[in-house]
């Protein structure tokens, strides 16, 4: 790989790969991707037993900008023999398992891209983008780049002095295997991970645990808001009037929209809630279950067994436990990927949350030439809204870099049909002249 690319994606999650697979159908592009992992593996260390995706799986790598990629998720039905199957199972919603698997079949489809590159650093000598992996000898040349290497595990400051095999992030739960057989076991975190992980411990995936204790600082275990108003907030439409509102007001708004993207599903709280009144009424004397919404985690005595203590919000008095583990479903952080180096880093635009500023195309706002861009995928909650860290959109990101990177309208990117006027368009208004499809750009190609 010697020419620069045009570009270069780095991180293969499923946000990349999403780019990656439809850059497939644009074939004067150069561009390749890299991984450390060895191969395509979508969030391993959360792969409890019977969890589900939150999205349809018409919301896959490419089906809302690309129905006709060999890439789509029916496509991987199909080729697999399930099709029939698949409809006739009438699920619920698709198993992350699946889903998994799915992305798997489209990565291992794709030879732009490259696993086992665990990137050091990045620099950029004015011209082109060189990109340093560990044991290579020579950096990959690109003229832009993607960051797509994801978040970073969050964890509670008092936590972070005991991490280990009884205090760690749900993210590692099952790469670790723990058995809490007779122990006290404390979810730290109401989210839709913290419910997987509460369900997973009183189904006995782990072993009987003697308590299983819950705390979150939320006002109650909250459900996902799914309902199609809602569901606005995930529409190219609303999307690009979030981007053009004033910081300010984007970042209100996205925190009140919190609920759209970070409560728990339907689903999982119905299972939970049944799964405690049937233990309740004819379970054994453990688990015993604690559930404690409003609470605070501020402090934690170790080494193991720790002393919890929590402040209740409700009433503002401290309480305390005693646990043998602690599992921190304490969500992700926000951050500059630290392969980044200066004088590069320095050149890039954050806001006063450390977020980069990203314009139209998700491309970084920096102090490098007009002609090189810096996209980034899963960082733009402030910039463009609620939908960001989702999949719900990731083709429709995808195609709109795609489209900046190329210079033409390769893929649609606006819907002609509004059913909100969230930006004082008149809705009757005609649907915008969709660009040259993709068919006749590859027509032309060949
Ligand atoms: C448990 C869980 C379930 C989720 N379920 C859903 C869902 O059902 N629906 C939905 O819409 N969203 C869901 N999400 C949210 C979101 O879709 C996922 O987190 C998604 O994986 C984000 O994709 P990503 O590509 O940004 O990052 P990631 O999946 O985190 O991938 C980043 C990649 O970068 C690589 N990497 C990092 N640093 C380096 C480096 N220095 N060198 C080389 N490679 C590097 C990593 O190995 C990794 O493969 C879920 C999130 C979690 C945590």
């Known amino acids: ?46 792969m ?115 991490q280990g095999d009884d205090c760690f992030h749900n993210m590692e739960l099952t790469l670790r295997q723990p058995d809490v057989s007779g122990q006290h076991v404390t979810v730290v975190g109401g989210g839709q991970s913290g419910a997987e992980v509460v369900l997973s411990l009183l189904q006995g995936d782990w072993g009987t645990p003697e308590c299983i204790h819950w705390l979150s600082r939320r006002s109650n275990f909250e459900p996902l808001d799914e309902t199609p108003f809602t569901n606005e907030y995930f529409t190219p439409g609303y999307v690009d009037t979030f981007h053009g509102l004033e910081e300010a007001q984007r970042l209100t708004r996205v925190n009140h929209q919190k609920l759209a993207s970070d409560g728990i599903s339907t689903d999982t709280l119905n299972a939970l809630y049944q799964r405690l009144y049937e233990h309740r009424v004819t379970g054994g004397p453990s688990p015993r279950v604690v559930l404690q919404p409003e609470r605070t985690l501020e402090a934690v005595a170790g080494p193991a067994p720790y002393a919890l203590t929590a402040r209740n919000e409700l009433n503002g008095h401290h309480e305390q436990t005693t646990t043998n583990r602690l599992i921190l479903c304490t969500g992700f952080d926000t951050q500059l990927p630290g392969y980044l180096s200066q004088p590069l880093r320095q050149g890039l635009e954050t806001d006063d949350h450390g977020e980069l500023r990203l314009g139209h195309h998700f491309e970084a706002t920096w102090d490098g030439p007009l002609n090189r861009h810096i996209y980034a995928v899963n960082a733009g909650r402030h910039s463009h809204g609620i939908a960001e860290p989702q999949m719900s959109l990731m083709c429709w990101r995808s195609a709109r870099i795609i489209n900046h990177l190329a210079g033409e309208r390769l893929f649609p990117v606006t819907e002609g049909i509004r059913l909100v006027d969230w930006d004082g368009t008149e809705t009757a208004t005609a649907p915008e002249a969709e660009p040259a499809s993709l068919a006749a750009l590859i027509h032309n190609t060949l």
């Open 1 to 46: 790989m010697t020419a620069p690319l045009d570009l270069a994606g780095l991180g293969i999650g499923p946000f990349n790969l999403s780019l990656a697979a439809l850059l497939r159908e644009v074939p004067h592009l150069e561009t390749a991707f890299f991984d450390r992992k060895p191969h395509f593996n979508w969030h391993p260390g959360m």
């Open 48 to 162: 409890l037993p019977g969890v589900r995706l939150q999205t349809s799986y018409l919301k896959d790598l490419v089906t809302g900008v690309a129905p006709w990629s060999p890439n789509s998720f029916l496509n991987y039905l199909v080729q697999n023999g399930r099709f029939y199957a698949f409809m006739n199972a009438n699920l619920p919603a698709v198993s992350r398992a699946e889903f998994a698997d799915y992305m798997a079949w489209v990565a291992q489809g794709l030879n732009s891209l490259h696993f086992g590159r665990n990137i050091d650093h990045v620099d950029f000598d004015g011209n082109l983008f060189h990109i340093h992996c560990h044991g290579e000898q020579r950096p990959v040349l690109a003229h832009n780049l993607c960051l797509g290497t994801g978040k970073t595990p969050s964890l509670p400051e008092s936590c972070r002095p005991w």
